[in-house]
């Protein structure tokens, strides 16, 4: 079955320490995204991905980096920069252009990464 | 910049009654789609239904339809014959045709009583 993976399930940082969450989609999409979500909160946008090799800032980009080598997998990396990174990450891919662009296009997501400060 | 307001932050439905959830929009962006997204206690996201800009009939999937009111810029999620399982966030959401840049609004989350 075709779907979106995230790994680890749960995720604890130490001080100072970057770590990075794993995004691989087999649904040969080729928009990906990242979002954080704070509890009884909504999703922001961390960083999204059209093609592979490019990616864009999303509203809270400072303290994480990203990457697209592959059109399959979109690694996030929280750095020791991001100074509160306790929170659920999402990870989701759409396939982009459609008949109206990106517009018709839902996203698939991932099962989530619970990310803890020790 | 493009922003997604919902209103409500908890909702309560008797079973087998319709709900309204409200979700407002803005955007200078003529070409968008609207989502829904509902979420249960569990974490993981479940589509439930699209509506395009240029859509000029609102779109209905099963029990769930969307009220699309372009002038207003809202797009309220309507759940009919409300089941015990309905119980969840639910989280309205934009895509910027263009960009490719989506927004997601604060959520509401929905309780179904017996």
């Known amino acids: 079955d075709g779907g979106i993976t995230q790994s680890p399930k749960y995720l604890f940082r130490k001080e100072g320490q970057n770590v990075t969450l794993s995004c691989e989609q087999n649904?040969?999409?080729?928009?990906m995204y990242w979002y954080r979500q704070d509890p009884g909160q909504g999703l922001r946008l961390i960083y999204y991905s059209q093609i592979v090799n490019d990616f864009q800032k999303g509203d809270i980009a400072e303290g994480y980096s990203v990457s697209r080598e592959k059109k399959e997998s979109f690694p996030l990396t929280v750095t020791s920069a991001q100074k509160n990174p306790t929170a659920f990450y999402l990870c989701?891919?759409?396939?982009?252009?459609?008949?109206?662009?990106?517009?018709?296009?839902?996203?698939?997501f991932g099962d989530g990464t619970r990310l803890s400060i020790l | 910049a493009q922003k997604i307001t919902q209103t409500q932050p908890g909702m309560f439905v008797q079973e087998k009654e319709a709900v309204t959830l409200d979700c407002t929009y803005d955007t200078s962006d003529p070409s968008y789609g609207l989502f829904w997204y509902k979420q249960p206690s569990s974490g993981e996201m479940i589509f439930l239904i699209y509506q395009g800009s240029y859509d000029q009939q609102n779109a209905t999937e099963g029990r769930y339809s969307l009220n699309f009111q372009k002038a207003r810029k809202s797009a309220n999620l309507v759940i009919s014959a409300s089941q015990l399982g309905d119980s969840a966030m639910y989280f309205c959401?934009?895509?910027?045709?263009?960009?490719?840049?989506?927004?997601f609004g604060d959520g509401t989350t929905l309780t179904v009583k017996p």
């Open positions: 649904l040969n999409h080729d928009a």
């Open positions: 959401a934009m895509l910027n045709t263009n960009a490719g840049k989506s927004t």
């Open positions: 989701a891919s759409s396939r982009g252009f459609g008949q109206a662009g990106y517009s018709n296009q839902p996203q698939h």
